[in-house]
DNA sequence: AAAAAGTTTTGATGTAAATCAAACAAGTAA
DNA sequence: TTACTTGTTTGATTTACATCAAAACTTTTT
């Protein structure tokens, strides 16, 4: 939460977190369709979000994990257009979004928090698009891993290893490969040392490498 | 703009969207790296958003027209992540964000505006996400066909012919793919008489065939 | 503990799109 | 007009990744 305010401002801004909802892991948070009413705060737990066509083709659009926002696709249409599964048991904040609004009326603080938040959202999304559109399989999963070990990072988790919460297709679907050529890029890394996989564990054992790999040039 | 407003507010609305400057073909309404200051809203022309590794390659992340908003990029760093660059000459009306986030404190009505349009533009790339990751290049010019003329059409051009304000290696750069591609595809289309294309001029002879193409579902 | 189901790895083969290359078309300058 | 530049189309070839297939490994169920 953003910093600047007093207590009592505080305690405000408590009122539009108040509830806390559990989610089991492979159940959906909300769903394409589902009338919007809140954003919601992770606490604990790994999501992904995703799109599908009518014919079956599902993309990941994201993962998230704890302190990240979903829900934001759901404002335009007062309806959900994707779908936030639970990847592992979660717990989120529900943040009613008329709440929200009202009290960023309120806190220009907090307003131009939100409006960080979906700018974020947006030049993320932009990065996905050059990785898909410009980006060969190795620099793809290169950047997924660069982009995960530092967002677990910034959370006091290691910055070398990690358990991946997600499948090899969920991960390929996120980065427009299948499934066998995830786990033919993995395979790969580690033939050359630069990690060390087993399964869904992962070791960073070349940052570098890695970081040569997604951006020649800066290296 | 959003309607709900009396004559007064009007006026408070208009000094957001005082002062307007022409953008001439081929320059850049801002840059990557360019602090940011305002958004803008489009009043003629065309223009493309693109975001480029350090190696030179670029991804085309957009194409706006009249009435569209270009500039939300910059809000989460305070500087922009990508250019914006105009197809052909353009006016633009100067939105300074602050005073857009003042004025969105004082009417909600326009503070749900800039949600929406924030969301819009998430839900939009998501889109986007789906076509590069999970669509084949005929299934990806169609959609494209499609939304462009649906755009075009909404702003009272013909529903069935326009020309492109933007080079076939553009239009590649946006879907994924090269341009030589983009032209074997128009050209397959062309072949198969769902559309007619000399350079940039298209006409759409047979709309429900691209979208059967787009989602062969619903058709 | 054995069986079943799901996930990951690895190999063999196929293919959509990229690359390389050249001709063609349209617009601009000399 | 001719030359020059830039964008588009089309053909021949290559390639990165997809697809198909089967084995290896993990987890869940009985």
Redesign the pocket.
Known sequence: MPMGFNLEDMQKLDEVVATRTKVKQGSNLFSHGDPFTSLYAIRTGFFKTCVSTEDGREQVTGFQMAGEIVGLDGIVNDHHSCNAVALEDAEVCVMPFANVEELSREFPVLQRHVHKMMSREIVRENGILMLLGN????E?LAAFLLNLVQRLHARGFSQSEFV?RM???EI?SYL?????????T??KF?EEGIIE????YVRILEPDALKKIFNPQTC
């Open positions: 980006m060969r399989a190795e793809r991946l499948s090899r297709e390929g427009g490969m299948k499934l066998e050529t995830v786990s033919r993995f395979s580690s996989v087993k399964q869904r």
